[in-house]
């Protein structure tokens, strides 16, 4: 079999043709790449032993635009991504997938680069990708490279997070900053022109979250505030559980050129993207404790107690301002931002 050219070959219809250029592409770039003894057996599925426990399953999809992004890039973020969402249920994740969509025409010295990115973050956060699937479209019906992650988790037995599980009184903690993935995203569209200094946060969680779950196993519920950010999160969560919330701007940490950002285009940070934070609901009495271990842990070290969990039938979330008023964080109405994730 020939060699791959990826310095200068670009996707070919017959790399999603099922024959012998599909098989180059998979054994010299992505076998290569993520190795692992599920990939070597060769076959059309992986067959996993899993520990004992509740099996937990996510799937999420990535189209985010540019593909390539301070902090980060279309690959790594694909495993981030599905590994977060596993973690916020306390599973501990076990494997990946990954499907990919090559439009025709698109470089494959960018593709290797993409997956060596997903190899990486793979890699670090010890979750082998084990199985996939690759299709391409015709050029010009695709947009250089679109990519699906699922995977498995196991939850560990006795522990409940759901989102339903809030409760009035309860405490509302943020992991950290809000707002950096989706302003980092903006700030590389070519044609608005930004210089700021902003990374995207995109980053595994699953290491934190079984910390907390670990010393504070009374947490009710742990999301991650993605698409429509903070705002949505919490409305999502109030609307599951049946309560209000009632935050502090004050308490909500947003760092400067994000904020900088948003004031010039008049966006609000609670309702951009985050890839890398979580919002978690405690009893107040664990919060305290529960606040010290995230502060301990490199991706919690921003951590704070951002508001209570309120009894209120029209499920309001609202926040308190820096000047003493109160506002409705209502849903996000539109996307302001398309294609961050």
């Known amino acids: 079999m020939s060699r791959l050219d990826l310095t200068n070959g670009k996707v ?5 043709g099922g024959g012998r250029a599909m098989a180059q592409l998979i054994s010299q770039l992505f076998a290569r790449a993520f190795d692992n003894e599920w990939l070597a057996q060769g076959n059309d599925q992986a067959q996993l032993s899993l520990p004992a426990g509740r099996l937990a399953f996510a799937s999420d999809s990535h189209v985010v635009s540019p593909l390539f992004f301070p902090g980060g890039d279309i690959g790594s973020l694909a495993v981030h991504g599905t590994l977060n969402d596993l973690a916020m249920c306390g599973a501990r994740p076990h494997a990946l997938s990954v499907g990919f969509i090559l439009e025709e025409g698109f470089p494959l010295s960018e593709l290797a680069r993409i997956v060596e990115s997903m190899a990486q973050a793979s890699r670090e956060a010890n979750v082998p990708i084990v199985t996939g699937d690759t299709k391409v479209v ?3 019906k695709g947009d250089g490279v679109f990519i699906n992650t699922s995977g498995v988790g196991i939850v560990p037995e006795g522990l ?25 995203i903006l700030t590389q569209r070519e044609s608005l ?3 700021a200094d ?8 699953h290491r934190l979250t079984q910390a907390m779950v670990a010393q504070v196993p009374q947490l009710r519920c742990m999301r991650d ?7 949505n999160t919490l409305n999502e969560l109030a609307q599951q559980s049946g309560v209000g919330m009632q935050l502090e701007e004050a308490a909500i940490p947003v760092i400067q050129p994000v904020q900088a950002v948003c004031e010039l285009l008049g966006l609000d940070p609670l309702y951009l993207a985050n890839e890398g934070k979580l919002v978690a609901i405690c009893p107040p009495e664990q919060a305290p404790e529960l606040l010290a271990l995230m502060r301990a842990h490199p991706q919690g070290k921003s951590a704070a107690i951002i508001g209570t969990v309120t009894a209120d039938p029209q499920q309001f979330v609202q926040l308190r301002t820096r000047f003493g008023g109160n506002r409705l964080l209502d849903w996000l109405n539109s996307e302001p931002l398309p294609r961050i994730c």
Do not use: N, Q
Not at 12 to 16: C, D
Not at 172 to 183: E, F, K, M, Q, W
Not at 198 to 205: G, N, Q, T
Not at 225 to 231: F, K, M, N, Q
């Open 225 to 231: 505030p993605t698409r429509g950010g903070l705002a």
């Open 160 to 184: 409940d997070l759901s989102g339903d599980r809030a409760r009035p009184g309860d405490c509302i903690l943020l992991s950290g900053s809000v707002g950096d993935h989706g302003a980092c």
């Open 198 to 205: 902003i990374r995207s946060d995109s980053c595994a969680l």
């Open 12 to 16: 070919e219809m017959a790399h999603g």
């Open 138 to 140: 015709e050029r010009g």
């Open 193 to 195: 022109g930004f210089a």
